[in-house]
């Protein structure tokens, strides 16, 4: 499994907004050294990136005005998913910039294309688009350093993060035997 590091609070948004694109300023030269066309169809562990320091810096500064973005971007109304998880992460305190912040790794998803042309409303004109399909935020957030690019998840990493996924529900054993003549019989 490959993971993909995103600074704050951006693998919030993919995690528990509906982000289904992720932005990459990355030339088309730097997309193939990453290996792009390879990992189409691949499941991608999502990682937050290091918290910025609270206070008056330029870490935190971004971390607000994504914030702001992501509020923007969803037309002011938080979907139910990701107002559960900050309601869960206040804890009756009042809501701040800190509750968006998810280190480690906090969800998978589908990679199903990269374009340069994506409509959505995730997609920086511009930019490389990943375009992601099947998220599933993980119940507990799995610490491991990332790296910038695609990097490769440690084995150990990726069990426990296959732990937390829902278990797919596998066809019948007789099925897999069957041609398409014999569907229609």
């Known amino acids: 499994m490959k993971g993909l590091t995103l ?92 509750h968006f912040i998810t280190p480690g790794i906090v969800a998978v998803a589908s990679l199903w294309g990269v374009t340069r042309a994506s409509r959505s409303v995730w997609a920086t004109e511009g930019d490389l688009h990943l375009m992601l399909s099947e998220v599933v935020a993980l119940p507990q957030p799995v610490q491991v350093r990332g790296a910038q690019g695609f990097w490769h998840v440690p084995s150990v990493v990726e069990e426990a993060v296959r732990a937390q996924l829902p278990q797919r529900r596998e066809q019948p054993a007789q099925w897999g035997h069957l041609d398409g003549g014999e569907w229609l019989a």
């Open 7 to 98: 600074t704050q609070p951006w693998s919030f948004a993919i995690a528990f907004c509906g982000k289904s694109v992720e932005n990459r300023d990355w030339s088309d030269r730097i997309a193939d050294l990453n290996g792009l066309s390879s990992l189409t169809g691949e499941l991608i562990a999502i990682h937050g990136g290091t918290a910025p320091k609270r206070g008056n810096n330029k870490g935190w500064r971004s971390l607000c005005q994504s914030i702001a973005d992501i509020h923007r971007r969803l037309d002011g109304e938080l979907p139910e998913a990701a107002a559960a998880e900050l309601a869960r992460r206040a804890a009756g305190s009042p809501l701040d910039a800190s």
